[in-house]
């Protein structure tokens, strides 16, 4: 679980690679180096994104970061390479917001066959892929806090998935969260 230290490290990073300078400078933050988010958002790896200044920003940032482990890294190496794709202002998750209608549509912004894509992800690889596709259809419609906590639980759950309960699996909270919406 991401604690609010390393809460508030992720959304000063985000915040300094997605807000025009206006809005950094009325929340005292600076702006992150030109080219940064550009070699983020092209990033097609999870090792790529490790490469990135961008990512050793973030990962320099956060509290004890020494203590973290590889596995530790390759997560929040997928939340950055999100969160770059997430737009300000929004404060639904990634599940409720792909699940919600079109406008003067029935039809959800994301389909149930690419939204599955995303629950049958197998890998930190395809969690990424997908998580990108899917950002790009909402036009980066959710919360980042939100979606970084799903991405921490999505990894917690990869590298220890016989310890959680088939109802407390991120997989079955991101489809009650799409259902509950496309209703």
Not at 7 to 30: A, I, N
Not at 116 to 140: F, I, V, Y
Request: hydrophobic residues 40%; neutral net charge; glycine residues 4%.
């Amino acid at each position: 679980m991401l604690s609010n230290t390393e809460e508030k490290v992720l959304m000063g990073w985000w915040q300094s690679l997605v807000l025009s300078d206006t809005e950094l400078k009325e929340q005292y933050l600076m702006s992150a180096l030109s080219g940064h988010k550009a070699k983020l958002m092209r990033a097609e790896s999870v090792d790529a994104v490790l490469m990135q200044d961008a990512f050793h920003t973030l990962w320099l940032s956060l509290p004890e970061q020494d203590s973290h482990s590889v596995n530790d890294m390759e997560c929040w190496a997928v939340i950055a390479a999100s969160l770059i794709h997430v737009s300000s202002g929004y404060r639904d998750g990634l599940a409720t917001a792909a699940g919600k209608k079109k406008e003067n549509s029935h039809i959800s912004l994301v389909s149930e066959m690419r939204f599955s894509q995303l629950q049958a992800a197998n890998t930190p690889d395809e969690l990424l892929r997908t998580l990108r596709r899917l950002l790009k259809l909402m036009k980066g419609k959710v919360d980042p806090l939100t979606l970084a906590r799903d991405i921490e639980q999505w990894f917690s759950e990869y590298h220890h998935s016989g310890l959680v309960r088939a109802k407390d699996r991120i997989c079955v909270k991101w489809a009650m969260d799409y259902y509950r919406a496309a209703k």
